[in-house]
């Protein structure tokens, strides 16, 4: 196939049909009745709704719920502890996994309403517009032509080399296979999917080690999650393993697994070994080679911007790229893709945003978190351009628990801000709730938010999230706003414009 042709089987497709391919598909066939076609081999969804962000939430509500059971004699309710013991692993994983065959459901009918083809097979690159498609033993192949190719392959759980390591672990995929809670798990990895899954099993009560290769747990993160997030797991009785450097040999003896570190540290009596040190690009097979598709040296496709690859007809987004590899990341650049291959001149440089995305951690406690951590922000705008404002308090939930106060689980907070209007460059929390209280935090950063905007808004009494808008000496701060309309000093709110006429 030419670029000089003019005549394809399809405007797009998309391989792989994760929440990034899908979201890019449904809205160029829906909104610009464009042809286009999805070639996805497993179940509709990709990571997110099957082994990653719809599952993992539903374990950790469920731990949450086992926490509150433990909770419940200091609110009067007595027996909590009992009733916490009684969890059925079976059941929920039976009850979970009926609800991700029903989200299976639901995206394969979203195809059929907005005009997408689903092809069942697996996608390789034959020219930078040719695609080969295998399907089962039943189909023959067959190759395919578009004007425009979508890599959104997502990525894949790894397992670092090691004797007996991928003969006796699981990965963080296999997770959700599991049939019953372990008695004693080692979980291997220091992100955000390890500690997760660390959280969960242990609140459902499992013995739980943590085998990390540094000090800490998401070192990326702000200094202030990290400390918070150590301390609350060593309080709910996590084991963490430090300077361990990785793993060196997992063995079998009898019937029980052990784990030896390079550091010469041994975990003996483990029913699972759960290794999540990270993810790579899902590229193997793809031929990438035969459409001239550059890829970086840990084998992402290497994208601009805009989505571009190396090839003008192919384009990649999502985890496949190694770029803020989040759900909604890919579902954004898909959709904004769509925009601009087939929305016309209007919309011909459309591109996502990669700056300020708010993200949670669903670890136990929650993490929510935006922009840029103190530690970044003194690097870009220089030490004596920062100010932070910082909280640690317990939630008013641990209130009536008669405990010592030092005991009551904290919630940690910081607003990190920037130059003479102290404009708000990192928000950054861990604690009870948080996770609902980042999604506008995040619209406000979007939007240019100074901390005298955040002063501005009054405070929601009682709540944890009323931290972020009465932090240090209240109404002080530069009084300058971000805002389009200054919501400062009892400024009246700002009207719509644009208002059509009424017709009565």
């Known amino acids: 196939m030419t670029e000089a042709q003019t005549t394809f089987d399809y405007d797009l497709l998309v391989i792989g049909g994760g929440s990034g391919g899908i979201a890019s598909a449904k809205r160029a066939a829906s909104l610009y009745k464009v042809k286009v076609g999805v070639i996805e081999k497993a179940r509709l969804g990709g990571t997110c709704v099957n082994v990653g962000c719809v599952p993992k939430k539903v374990m950790f509500n469920a731990a949450s719920l086992a926490e509150h059971f433990h909770d419940s004699s200091h609110y009067g309710f007595e027996g909590g502890d009992s009733v916490a013991k009684t969890f059925d692993w079976t059941k929920l994983k039976k009850a979970r996994d009926a609800y991700i065959k029903r989200l299976n459901g639901i995206y394969e009918n979203g195809f059929k309403s907005s005009g997408v083809e689903y092809i069942r097979g697996t996608a390789s690159f034959v020219d930078a517009h040719t695609l080969c498609i295998k399907g089962d033993s039943e189909q023959e192949d067959k190759t395919l032509t578009a004007k425009y190719i979508v890599v959104a392959t997502g990525g894949v759980p790894i397992f670092p080399p090691g004797e007996g390591i991928e003969e006796h672990c699981i990965n963080s995929d296999h997770f959700f296979e599991m049939e019953e809670r372990p008695g004693v798990a080692v979980v291997v990895g220091a992100g955000y999917i390890a500690v997760e899954l660390a959280g969960v099993l242990n609140g459902l009560g499992t013995e739980v080690h943590l085998v990390i290769r540094k000090g800490n747990a998401l070192r990326s993160f702000d200094d202030m999650i990290v400390d918070g997030l150590d301390q609350e797991m060593v309080k709910a009785g996590i084991h963490i393993h430090r300077y361990t450097d990785g793993v060196a040999q997992v063995k079998i003896d009898n019937g029980k697994k052990t784990v030896v570190t390079k550091s010469g540290d041994t975990i003996y009596g483990a029913d699972v070994v759960i290794m999540a040190p990270g993810r790579g690009p899902n590229v193997k097979g793809l031929n990438l080679e035969n459409a001239k598709i550059a890829c970086d040296k840990h084998g992402y496709i290497v994208v601009d911007e805009y989505q571009n690859t190396s090839t003008p007809s192919v384009l990649a987004l999502g985890d496949v790229c190694g770029k803020v590899e989040l759900t909604p990341m890919a579902i954004a650049a898909g959709r904004r893709l769509a925009d601009r291959l087939f929305g016309g001149e209007e919309l011909a440089s459309s591109k996502v945003s990669y700056e ?45 628990f008669d405990v010592e106060p030092a005991e009551k689980p904290k919630t940690r907070m910081k607003v990190i801000c920037a130059g003479k209007e102290e404009k708000v460059v990192g928000i950054h929390c861990i604690g009870m709730g948080v996770d609902e209280m980042m999604q506008g935090f995040g619209v406000a950063m979007k939007m240019g938010a100074t901390k005298a905007d955040l002063d501005s808004c009054v405070a929601i009494h009682p709540t944890a999230s009323e931290e972020l808008v009465t932090m240090g000496t209240w109404g002080t701060s530069v009084q300058a706003t971000g805002a389009k309309v200054s919501p400062l000093n009892g400024a009246p709110a700002a009207e719509p414009e644009g208002l059509l006429k009424s017709k009565m």
């Open 356 to 400: 300020n995305v708010p993200t949670v951690v669903f670890s136990h406690p929650p993490i929510g978190t935006i922009g840029l951590s103190e530690r970044e922000a003194v690097a870009k705008y220089g030490e004596e351009n920062i100010r932070t404002y910082t909280s640690s308090f317990a939630n008013l939930f641990y209130g009536v």
